[in-house]
């Protein structure tokens, strides 16, 4: 999974990077506009390293809002999925908040949380968050009729069992959600490096523009696109594992 | 019949190999482009009154050149729309300039807008005034990692051996809150532009200000030019030599204070959140800033000033290589001839 | 001097499906006796199921009225039920059946010849096996009707009739409600046949005495003939 995903990327970043070379070679552009290859290679084997540490830190900081963003939007939409004022409540202000584009929100979470770890992480998990949430609240409010109506009928309903019952018909549809916020987290915090924070490799991505280096920017793209891929195999190969778990367990696989 | 074949074949070929001549740059001399394009390096503020200006009063025009003036910003690099053609004009700082010219640019510059750059510190007037770099060891300054403000306080900190360790940098952006908070001692700002604004909140809050810059410790860096590529100059010099012309008559006019309240009126329209008294006041600042030295023309490069900018950048490590600064600074060759 | 017996009645029953004009029943009157093996029976689309659940009180009448013993326990149970996956089928029945009713639980799962799947996921059993297990959780809860929505569909006919026998044997005291198509079937282990008819038709249902035979009892083909005509006349 790994490699099919990794060389995936070396594909489509290399086709992006040859079509850009070819632009530069038939426009006749400097390397101010768009660098050449020995240009990149020299940046690369500069900055490689110090990136590659960024580029570890942004993912340090995607996972863990990642994670936040789970859990909060977990809590909130057995909340939500709730059918009194209070989940209604949710619901409508987790519709009206995502329109909120994340650019316009930063600064105002950087004046009041400074520029550090914490302004990042909040980024992060917000921008991963109400997608993941909408999609729970969605899975927890739609009933497994053929399992629930002999909980509900002998009165053994309660709503942990609900939850538990929902989360289980859909572990599938979870695992995916799961897995596609994961890029969210992880452009979530590359944006709040980039608009305000002070390391991380969407920082180092902002100074590189600044510079109007973009042989600099080529090689953080190519570590972000890396580290993005792994993350989402990561991901992917536990959302694997526990749907042949419970496949294995429920006899479809053998 | 075989002959015939033998015929077209010929004349087949023969096109095949004059079309490209033909089409890719044959001797025909070039039309004239009426239709420019001027891309800003910022959003339309005092610093480019003279701009608008120009096209306020029909200079561009009375030259048959249409002009549309594009305002630039953060994610905008004029040197970047000149290469690629989507612009004609532009205007950028040196240390792009330079970059761009290390990196093998067609850039050169036509004229120097500001004659002192207007980046400076931005600071509160407290018991220990700034009066020598010096002063700032043990302070808190604010400086935009990888801007040019970035280069020009690393230059002052080498030049009067100011150790990392006796002074704390701070990374700035667009929001001030630290400085107005007290835990950044000194700002970066454009002392024309918001430096202005800045001031007059502090002043408002009872809070005297000052201005330290860089310039005034041996510092000179290069800030707005104006620019193009050297084809346009090859190609159509006729045209730069009009644009040129116009731009700097509408600077002139604009700087001069006897049209201070036409073009403020103007600027106001374009600048629709500075207060009127503000705006003024921002653009007896930018005059200060701009107006070259006696005896020469409103756009006059300082070579020596784009020299230390590049060396500047050299001993940074900002450029690989030195760039000779005298090669694409043309206003002076051009002055007069184009 | 004996009590009369509490019956399960529906009084003047009228419903539409829901946002159409189609009507279903109009003025259905019927009622059960508050013990024995009950049958309803009717054509494919006649509306069995949804009487079945507007007597269970899951579907709700548009007007009419459902009497019978003041809080009674009426549980509805169809064959397109399913367990939950995450345990195995006799953890699951285990967990949702009263304590006291472990020893009948081992009873039904043996009789049921299920012996040899309780320690399977429910996704892992035939069609048949998931209807006998889902039939056993509902035998064990309490109630006072339950109703048996095709509850041995895809079950083979020694083994129904074995499983029919063992609910009139081990529950005596309690009311079932016997959805099927199997007119034979009805005919012969039902006590009252309810037919349901075709909204056209009046009065909507007609109760029908069966053969009730019981384990060991023998079936009178005669009578099991003339009341299968009786069945197929009144449907």
Not at chain 2, 15 to 31: H, I, M, Q, R, V
Not at chain 3, 182 to 189: C, D, K, N, W
Request: glycine share 8%.
């Amino acid at each position: 999974m790994l490699h099919r995903r990794i060389s995936q990327f070396f594909f489509i970043y290399l086709l992006a990077l040859g079509l850009l070379l070819l632009f530069k070679y038939i426009f006749n552009l400097s390397d101010y506009v768009i660098p050449g290859p020995l240009d990149i290679h020299h940046t690369a084997t500069l900055f490689f390293s110090r990136y590659l540490r960024d580029g570890l830190n942004t993912l340090s900081v995607a996972v863990v809002g990642h994670v936040l963003a789970v859990i909060l939007a977990t809590l909130v939409a057995i909340i939500g999925s709730r059918g009194n004022l209070i989940g209604s409540l949710i619901k409508t202000a987790a519709y009206n908040l995502q329109a909120y584009p994340i650019v316009a929100v930063a600064p105002v979470i950087f004046i009041l949380l400074g520029d550090g770890l914490v302004s990042r992480l909040l980024i992060a998990a917000m921008i991963c968050y109400f997608p993941l949430l909408l999609s729970f609240i969605g899975i927890l409010t739609e009933p497994v009729a053929d399992i629930e109506h002999f909980y509900v009928i002998t009165g053994r309903m309660r709503w942990q069992l609900e939850v538990k019952i929902r989360a289980f018909e859909n572990i599938g549809k979870l695992s995916t959600v799961i897995a596609g916020s994961a890029t969210l987290a992880m452009v979530g915090t590359i944006v709040a490096e980039f608009i305000g924070a002070n390391a991380g490799i969407g920082y180092s991505l902002r100074i590189a523009l600044y510079q109007s280096n973009i042989a600099k920017v080529l090689v953080a793209l190519f570590l972000i696109g890396i580290f993005n891929s792994l993350y989402l195999t990561l991901l992917e190969g536990i959302g694997y594992l526990v749907l042949k778990k419970l496949k294995i367990q429920n006899g479809v696989m053998s | 019949m075989h002959l015939f074949f033998r015929l077209i074949l010929l004349v087949t070929l023969c096109g095949c190999c004059l079309l490209p001549a033909g089409g890719c740059g044959g001797p025909e001399p070039e039309k004239e482009p009426v239709h420019l394009v001027y891309r800003l390096k910022w959003l339309y503020n005092i610093s480019v009154i003279g701009d608008l200006y120009a096209e306020e009063k029909g200079f561009f025009a009375r030259q048959g050149l249409q002009v549309d003036i594009k305002p630039g910003g953060p994610e905008r690099d004029a040197i970047k729309e000149l290469e690629i053609g989507r612009s004609q004009f532009g205007v950028a700082s040196a240390d792009q300039v330079i970059r761009a010219v290390a990196k093998g640019s067609p850039i050169v510059v036509l004229a120097q807008l500001f004659q002192a750059n207007p980046l400076q510190w931005i600071y509160r007037q407290g018991k220990q005034p700034i009066q020598s770099p010096a002063d700032l060891r043990h302070r808190i300054i604010g400086i935009t990692y990888g801007g040019n403000d970035e280069t020009i306080f690393r230059a002052l900190m080498a030049k009067y051996q100011i150790r990392k360790d006796e002074l704390t940098l701070f990374g700035v952006r667009y929001d001030y809150t630290p400085f107005y908070q007290r835990k950044v001692d000194l700002w970066p700002v454009y002392r024309n532009a918001e430096g202005i604004i800045i001031s007059d909140k502090l002043k408002k809050g009872g809070e005297k200000v000052n201005f330290f810059n860089p310039d005034t410790f041996g510092i000179r860096f290069v800030a707005n030019s104006v620019i193009t590529t050297r084809q346009m100059i090859q190609n159509h010099p006729q045209t730069v030599r009009k644009f040129i012309h116009a731009l700097i008559k509408g600077w002139q006019q604009a700087l001069d204070p006897v049209n201070a309240d036409s073009a403020l009126t103007m600027m106001a329209r374009f600048d629709k959140d500075t207060p009127a008294a503000l705006l003024r006041q921002q653009l007896m600042t930018t005059r200060a800033l701009m107006i070259p030295p006696a005896g020469k023309n409103f756009g006059w490069i300082n070579a020596p000033a784009w020299k230390q900018s590049a060396d500047i950048m050299l001993a940074q490590k900002l450029i690989p290589a030195p760039v000779r600064t005298d090669d694409i600074l043309i206003l002076e060759k051009i002055g007069g001839k184009i | 001097m004996t009590t009369p017996p509490v019956y399960f009645e529906c009084r003047n029953i009228t419903y539409h499906y829901p946002k159409t004009d189609r009507l279903i029943f109009k003025d259905l009157n019927c009622r059960l006796r508050p013990h024995g093996f009950h049958g309803l029976f009717g054509t494919s689309g006649v509306g069995k199921s949804t009487l079945a659940e507007i007597i269970a009180g899951e579907i709700s009448a548009e007007s009419g009225e459902l009497t019978g013993k003041p809080s009674a326990t009426i549980l509805y149970s169809s064959n397109m039920e399913r367990l939950p996956g995450w345990s195995s089928v006799g953890e699951h029945v285990a967990k949702v059946i009263p304590r006291r009713q472990t020893d009948r639980m081992e009873q039904l799962f043996s009789d049921f010849g299920l012996t040899a799947c309780r320690n399977s996921r429910f996704s892992q059993l035939s069609l048949g096996q998931k209807n006998r297990i889902n039939l056993i959780r509902y035998l064990l809860q309490e109630f006072d009707l339950l109703i048996l929505d095709e509850s041995l569909a895809n079950v083979d006919e020694a083994m129904r009739e074995r499983i029919i026998f063992n609910i009139k044997e081990m529950f005596p005291g309690k009311c079932f409600l016997y959805i099927s198509h199997s007119l034979s079937e009805v005919s012969r282990f039902c006590d009252t046949i309810l037919v349901l008819r075709s909204p056209d038709k009046t009065p909507p249902i007609i109760p029908i005495n069966g053969l009730n035979i019981r384990q060991g009892e023998s079936t009178d083909n005669s009578n099991l003939e003339r009341i299968m005509l009786e069945i197929v006349h009144a449907a």
